[in-house]
Nanobody, 118 residues
Framework: QVQLKESGGELVQPGGSLRLSCAVS????????IYWFRQAPGKEREFVAS????????YYADSVKGRFTISRDTTENTVYLRMNSLKPEDTAIYYC???????????WGQGTQITVSS
């Protein structure tokens, strides 16, 4: 199994920047792809970005393209989400998730809260 733990969420002003971290442990050799999702109050969880574990192939939601950057450090078993030009509508709980070979389902972290407000 794969375990995930997010960190880095906090209150930030509009236009500000923040970097989230997702520490990955367990069967990291089996990971195919790592995702960032978010869920705002009263809304469904939505895809933000993803990256393959073996090679830095990335995908982004249109709403964050050009502002957010996903990256990974396989030596540190950590995935990052760099967020620039933050907007109030980016306010949400951000979750890290992983798809792994041989796993019956997607692994999820507990989430970290980001609030964008002046």
């Amino acid at each position: 199994q794969v375990q995930l733990k997010e960190s880095g969420g906090e209150l930030v002003q509009p236009g500000g920047s923040l970097r989230l971290s997702c520490a990955v442990s367990g069967r990291t050799f089996s990971i195919n792809r790592i995702y960032w999702f978010r869920q705002a109050p009263g809304k469904e969880r939505e895809f933000v970005a993803s990256i393959t574990w073996s090679a830095p192939i990335t995908y982004y939601a249109d709403s964050v393209k050009g502002r957010f950057t996903i990256s990974r450090d396989t030596t540190e078993n950590t995935v990052y989400l760099r967020m620039n030009s933050l907007k109030p509508e980016d306010t949400a709980i951000y979750y890290c998730a992983a798809d792994s070979a041989g796993s019956s389902g997607r692994a999820w972290g507990q989430g970290t809260q980001i609030t964008v407000s002046s």
